[in-house]
């Protein structure tokens, strides 16, 4: 049995000011990201230059903030919202939705492929494969932070998390997501994507990868507490969430490749 190491969620104080490592996670996410999609970008079929990736990337980074933060009020916490307005600005807290993020991401794709005159679907399909990098960085913070925690286990690898309701080893839920939803869903969709698919593919197999690698570590994963179990007592919001992707991800596989077929 393991114990969590604790760490401060402060990762420098300079006087009043304060960065956490949540936070810094998610610098890296993206300047990772950053760095990836100017290597995209000097592809023939990329559908933005270099220089462009940058202004990208900054639609990109305001929809995964706003979308993920308003997601998880929405979808996970309105109550705590209503109670307390202002908790809705304090990000460094921790509590975001990908889900949420995930719909920001895709209306600042839309605008942004509007400004350019290129497609939805063009852009998506160039950033999904950038997507894990921040996926994977996200994970990192919630363990650093002690949140997310999985159920109770008798695994050896199984973590007592000091922050939980009780010292009960549990599955590393946060470990588990950022090897799937960082490690190998970057490398399935950077093989995949290293040469040209049909449009809509990429974004296709990134919705049913990501779907089924949430729907299956939820098994393992605490619910919220807020929340419960939505139905049968194992169905979660995660997985509620997660299921109509899996279904779009598909639908959009088999439209590409009828429709453009290799």
Not at 57 to 65: C, D, M, Q, R, T
């Amino acid at each position: 049995m393991l114990k969590h190491p604790q760490f401060d969620p402060v990762a420098i104080a300079v006087g009043p000011v304060k960065v956490h490592w949540y936070g810094l996670t998610y610098l890296v996410g993206f300047v990772v990201g950053w760095w990836l999609g100017r290597v995209r970008a000097r592809k023939s079929w990329s559908p933005v230059t270099e220089e462009q990736v940058g202004d990208l990337l900054f639609y990109i980074a305001l929809g995964v903030i706003l979308g993920g933060r308003f997601g998880y009020v929405l979808f996970y916490n309105f109550d705590t919202f209503l109670a307390d307005p202002l908790w809705l600005l304090r990000v460094w807290e921790g509590g975001m939705s990908f889900h949420g993020g995930l719909i920001g991401v895709m209306l600042a794709m839309w605008w942004f492929g509007r400004k350019l005159g290129r497609g939805f679907f063009a852009i998506a399909d160039f950033v999904a494969p950038l997507v894990p990098v921040g996926l994977g960085a996200g994970r990192i913070g919630n363990f650093i932070n002690g949140e997310l925690w999985g159920k109770p286990t008798d695994v050896s690898w199984g973590m007592v998390f000091p922050q939980a309701p009780d010292a009960l080893a549990r599955h590393p839920s946060q470990l588990y997501q950022f090897a799937l939803e960082g490690v190998v869903l970057f490398v399935i969709l950077w093989w995949f994507s290293a040469k040209p698919r049909p449009r809509m593919a990429v974004s296709g197999l990134f919705l049913i990868c990501y779907g089924l690698f949430r729907f299956l570590v939820e098994f393992v994963r605490q619910p919220d507490p807020q929340l419960g179990y939505l139905a049968f007592d194992w169905l979660t919001m995660g997985q509620l969430l997660s299921f109509p992707m899996i279904l779009a991800g598909a639908g959009l596989m088999i439209f590409a490749y009828r429709r453009q077929p290799q």
